[in-house]
Every structure is written in structure tokens, then in C-alpha cells.
């Protein structure tokens, strides 16, 4: 009952630490980083669902899906505050 929790939070930590070298930024705390990871899968789920590529990943595909949210995630941010 507790692996999907645990499940999106390893996929969220992974997410967004990727996030935070791939924007070359050292991240926002490793809680912040894991809630962009997460809420990233989310988006990047999402958009990958309506791009036709199904609902059902497996685990490395999951994390690139998530971590392609995160970026999403964070490029709007940052264009939104105008932090580089």
C-alpha cells in the first residue's frame, strides 16, 4: 500500500535533481526538488498521455517523462520570475 507513495517520491527526487543539473542550477533545497520532481511527472505524464504515448511506463521511462515535466516546470518559472 505504501510503494506508489514511495514510488512517486524516488521518481520525484530523481526527477528533480536531474531537473536541477540539466537547468544548471544547483536545485531548490532537496524537498523542493522532489515536489518539482513529482508535480513534473504529473505535467510530463500529462502531456505524454496526450501525445498518444499511453499511460504505462516503465521505470526508466518514467523518470525521462518526469524529468521532461520538471524542465517544463521550471523554464516557466523561471520565465515567470526572471531567475536565470
Do not use: C, E, Q
Amino acid at each position: 500500500m505504501h510503494m506508489p507513495i514511495l514510488w512517486w517520491i524516488v521518481v520525484g527526487l530523481i526527477a528533480g535533481w536531474a531537473t536541477g543539473k540539466i537547468m544548471k542550477g544547483s536545485g531548490y533545497g532537496f524537498f523542493v526538488d522532489i515536489i518539482i520532481g513529482i508535480a513534473g511527472a504529473l505535467v510530463g505524464g500529462f502531456i505524454a498521455r496526450h501525445l498518444g504515448l499511453g499511460v504505462h511506463y516503465g521505470m526508466i521511462a518514467t523518470i525521462l517523462v518526469a524529468t521532461a515535466g520538471s524542465i517544463i516546470l521550471v523554464f516557466l518559472f523561471r520565465l515567470v520570475t526572471g531567475n536565470r
